[in-house]
């Protein structure tokens, strides 16, 4: 019996309609942030810390999002 197992995270689901996936970089330091940037009201919500390319290829393969869709914004 496991009294503290670790449970999968599952992914909060973002419609496409309302939020757009983009890529949140530091002008600064090149931190990369993955979010989910709210259409109407441009709020974001930090998704993943970006720290190659194979984190990028994860998360577009969570939220079924093609590498050319996603902005980069500064």
């Known amino acids: ?6 449970r999968e995270k599952e992914a ?3 419609p496409l309609e ?12 090149g931190e990369r942030v993955a979010c989910m940037r709210n259409r109407s009201s441009g709020q974001l919500r930090e ?5 190659s ?3 990028l290829q994860a998360f577009c393969r969570e ?9 980069t914004i500064y």
């Open 18 to 29: 309302d939020w757009e996936p983009v890529i949140r970089s530091s002008i600064c330091t």
């Open 53 to 55: 390319s194979a984190d």
């Open 12 to 14: 909060p689901l973002y």
């Open 1 to 6: 019996m496991k009294l503290f197992g670790k």
């Open 63 to 71: 939220y079924d999002v093609s590498e050319e869709t996603i902005r």
């Open 47 to 51: 998704i993943m810390l970006l720290r």
